[in-house]
């Protein structure tokens, strides 16, 4: 089983609504998600910034699409609201996806920060600051470097935290991390990024920033998008993906890392191809990261744990701390 801890399923839901296409789940990816042995994920919405021109009308639709979605898949998703789903779910025996509800950017609300109170109610449990782009409450990688949170960000993180949100740095740039390890009370994690030591992307994490995770309880999710994996074509592949998570596991343990794959799938127009990481290019190759643990010496537990076990403990330390 594995929980995918970034997957942007509701944006291509939103697209094939736009279309006149309903029942996304059931009718284009129930039987992917099965054959792959896909225990749940975070799914999220994101806004590209540089292509929509009315971004709040946008999100709102967005999100109408989503909840209508979440409707016509009752019987295939569990909103998981808080940690004890999972527990409940399993006692249940539950075949059921364990899916969290997320907002990657918070460029949707404007400057509204009682919307995420909102966004809570709604069963939102998941929050990136930004998708690349400023916003009113934080920076992201295309922003200027010297700017981070803002004061209303540093406000929107006592709300994420009040409410036991799980709060996102994918995406932040390196000033906004460092703010929000200055302002969060609660863990934090990177939900897809990789080792910018192993990869120089600035999408990646600094060895300072895998710490300093570390350091407040969080996680990191290791992203299979080819070009945060390697700038060497030849490993552009499963094995380097792996080495990330080795990477960033000797760092902080291997209790603090997962899976946030991105799978381009998601978030690619009709028409367009997707490049995938070799041996992992969609979610349909899900059980290759089993067989590639496997092959290198990992046990049952430990590949367990770093599939779905170690992202429901992360959320246990959120709630209770």
């Known amino acids: 089983m594995i929980f995918d801890m970034h ?25 992917k998600f099965l054959e ?27 999100l109408c699409a989503m909840t209508r979605e979440l409707y016509y898949s009752k019987d295939l998703i569990h909103v998981v609201k ?9 006692k249940e025996k539950s075949k059921k996806f364990r899916v969290v509800l997320g907002i990657e950017g ?14 809570h109610q709604l ?13 009113a409450f934080a920076t992201g990688q295309s922003g200027d470097k010297n700017r981070g949170l803002t004061p209303l960000g540093i406000d929107a993180i006592k709300v994420i935290n009040e409410l036991g949100i799980l709060l996102d740095l994918s995406h932040a740039n390196d000033k906004t991390f460092w ?10 994690f990177a939900s897809h990024s990789n080792s910018r030591t192993l990869c120089p992307s600035l999408r990646n994490l600094t060895d300072d920033q895998i710490l300093c995770i570390g350091e407040h309880e969080g996680m ?52 367009e191809s997707c490049e995938g990481l070799n041996g992992l290019e969609n979610v349909t190759k899900l059980n290759n990261i089993t067989l590639a643990l496997k092959k290198r010496g990992y046990s049952q537990n430990e590949i367990d744990m770093v599939t779905y076990k170690n992202f429901i403990d992360f959320y246990k330390r959120v709630e209770n701390k």
């Open 7 to 31: 997957a942007d399923v509701w944006t291509d839901n939103f697209w094939e609504y736009q279309k006149g296409n309903f029942d996304v789940i059931r009718k284009k990816y129930e039987k």
């Open 36 to 62: 792959s042995g896909l225990f749940g994920g975070i799914f999220v919405i994101y806004i590209d910034f540089r292509k929509v021109e009315n971004i709040e009308k946008y999100f709102l639709e967005d």
């Open 82 to 90: 808080n940690s004890k789903d999972f527990e409940i779910l399993e």
């Open 106 to 119: 918070l460029i949707g609300i404007g400057d509204n920060l009682n919307y995420i109170y909102l966004l």
């Open 123 to 135: 069963g939102i449990r998941h929050i990136g600051l930004t998708w690349n782009e400023t916003n």
């Open 179 to 188: 703010d929000v390890a200055k302002y969060s009370k609660k863990p934090f």
């Open 220 to 271: 990191v999710g290791m992203n299979s998008y080819h070009n945060f994996v390697s700038r060497d074509e030849n490993k552009k592949n499963l094995d380097a993906l792996i080495e990330h998570m080795e990477y960033v596991a000797e760092k902080i343990g291997l209790d603090k890392v997962g899976f946030g794959l991105d799978f381009d799938e998601y978030y690619t127009p009709s028409g």
